[in-house]
T-cell receptor, first 112, second 113 residues
Framework: TQLLEQSPQFLSIQEGENLTVYCNSS?????LQWYRQEPGEGPVLLVT?????EVKKLKRLTFQFGDARKDSSLHITAAQPGDTGLYLC????????????FGTGTRLQVTL | KAGVTQTPRYLIKTRGQQVTLSCSPI?????VSWYQQTPGQGLQFLFE???????NKGNFPGRFSGRQFSNSRSEMNVSTLELGDSALYLC????????????FGEGSWLTVV
């Protein structure tokens, strides 16, 4: 059973389009992180959100943590080919502070 | 500042053999955690070590074990390899345990034939 479900699983869009990736759970997380992973490499941290309702922006990427700290979203504006990769959400479930639970992943491809 | 270093990067083993993977954390980081990544199961937590002590363990059989040395370097071992153990094994380090930001290495690709 996956604690963190991401949708969509796959996304293929053209350069310039906008997209949103969702990360949902029935459990409460003390913090939630988003990573991007490129083929042959380890995941690279994009952002950490810790407060319910928190919104963080990283250039064209906007991250939001749900009010109840059970879900999160990643919105990309005007996607570019360099955004291509596997996007992973991950969280520390309340009570398991040292065990990071990863989402199912969203594979994004941005074409010219 | 050097990142997390994992060795070897690629290896092929035969069923029944055992394998040891090594991880050197970012300098000053005392927590090391290990993850298994497969296409079917995604990223799964194996275990976490802090100050040479295992702090948390995932749902993997006893064939998967690890340890951490006094210099924070860590190794994980898989005995009696099975075909299903083929995966990318990722090591991550953080300053402390308990909810800190973790930084991943590039991983060790293990293929069991």
């Amino acid at each position: 059973t996956q604690l963190l479900e991401q949708s969509p699983q796959f996304l293929s869009i053209q350069e310039g389009e906008n997209l949103t990736v969702y990360c949902n759970s029935s459990s409460v997380f003390s913090s939630l992180q988003w990573y991007r992973q490129e083929p042959g490499e380890g995941p690279v941290l994009l952002v950490t959100v810790v407060t319910g309702g928190e919104v963080k922006k990283l250039k064209r990427l906007t991250f939001q943590f749900g009010d109840a700290r059970k879900d999160s979203s990643l919105h990309i504006t005007a996607a570019q080919p360099g955004d291509t990769g596997l996007y992973l959400c991950a969280g520390y479930k309340t009570g398991t502070a040292s065990k990071l639970t990863f989402g199912t992943g969203t594979r994004l491809q941005v074409t010219l | 500042k050097a990142g997390v270093t994992q060795t070897p990067r690629y290896l092929i083993k035969t069923r029944g053999q055992q394998v040891t993977l090594s991880c050197s954390p970012i300098s000053g980081h005392r927590s090391v955690s290990w993850y298994q990544q497969t296409p079917g199961q995604g990223l799964q937590f194996l275990f976490e070590y802090f100050s040479e002590t295992q702090r948390n363990k995932g749902n993997f059989p006893g064939r998967f074990s690890g340890r951490q040395f006094s210099n924070s370097r860590s190794e994980m071992n898989v005995s009696t390899l099975e075909l299903g153990d083929s995966a990318l094994y990722l090591c991550a380090s953080s300053l402390k345990s308990s909810g800190n930001t973790i930084y991943f290495g590039e991983g060790s690709w293990l293929t069991v034939v």
